[in-house]
């Protein structure tokens, strides 16, 4: 069975860390993109990072650069998001997304399988 789990998330204080993971089991997950998406109480989906299926080029949200990091690790089949100086606003579930293209997109509709997603809380 194809799958992406999300993992990692939880509640933290504002300016905390947290670092999430999105595991792919029944394909490997070293040959495609990986966009990570979230999505808050009330309002859309919206994009926050995104790694080729290299791993030679990443791009972030303007709201995320500078504190969250996407990389991949293909020993453990998995792509993580390290979230630093967390802020209250970036409380919300994440999911972690791919497509069979292998396109690296921040368009939430260029990816066709995603993960159940795990949530994040920002709080004091």
């Known amino acids: 069975q194809l799958q992406l789990v999300e993992s990692g998330g939880g509640l933290v204080q504002p300016g905390g860390s947290l670092r999430l993971s999105c595991v792919a089991s029944?394909?490997?997950?070293?040959?495609?993109?990986i966009g990570w998406f979230r999505q808050a109480p009330g309002k859309e989906r919206e994009f926050v990072a995104a790694v080729t299926w290299s791993g030679d080029s990443a791009t972030y949200a303007d709201s995320v650069k500078g504190r969250f990091t996407i990389s991949r690790d293909n020993a453990k089949n998995s792509v993580d998001l390290q979230m630093n100086s967390l802020k209250p606003e970036d409380t919300a579930i994440y999911f972690c997304?791919?497509?069979?293209?292998?396109?690296?997109?921040?368009?939430?509709?260029?990816?066709?399988?995603w993960g159940q997603g795990t949530q994040v809380t920002v709080s004091s």
């Open positions: 997304a791919t497509n069979t293209a292998r396109i690296m997109s921040t368009n939430g509709r260029l990816y066709d399988f």
């Open positions: 029944g394909f490997t997950l070293e040959y495609y993109a």
